[in-house]
């Protein structure tokens, strides 16, 4: 199983990026999906989530600025990210809950590769 995250780049405060993350492999379910972020010299913290239902969860420093979102078919989840600020900077990295056949249907957490978000202000 791989989760190939992408999208990050440049961007000046107030601007918008999208971030995709395909999941690919020998997939038979997959269950919550969401982004995480680590800027330097901190902590890796949860930006947002979404369930397999569709429920989706936020930090309150994204709030009403940031949308996740998920294709069922293309195995991906977005992360829609507008007004964005200096204090965004960081490097996003995906995440899935993913159950396989060699994981006996069991769901396993799997991390994508990261991509750098840098806000300039």
């Known amino acids: 199983v791989q989760l190939q995250a992408s999208g990050g780049g440049l961007v000046q405060a107030g601007g918008s990026l999208r971030l995709s993350c395909a999941a690919s492999g020998d997939i038979f379910s997959i269950n919550g999906m969401g982004w995480y972020r680590q800027a330097p010299g901190k902590q890796r913290e949860l930006v947002a989530d979404?369930?397999?239902?569709?429920?989706?969860n936020y930090a309150d420093s994204v709030k009403g600025r940031f949308a996740i979102s998920r294709d069922y078919a293309k195995k991906t989840v977005y992360l829609q990210m507008n007004s964005l600020k200096p204090e965004d900077t960081a490097v996003y990295y995906c995440n899935s809950d993913i159950g396989t056949v060699a994981s006996g249907f069991v769901a396993l957490g799997y991390w994508g590769q990261g991509t750098l978000v840098t806000v300039s202000s």
């Open positions: 979404i369930t397999s239902s569709g429920r989706t």
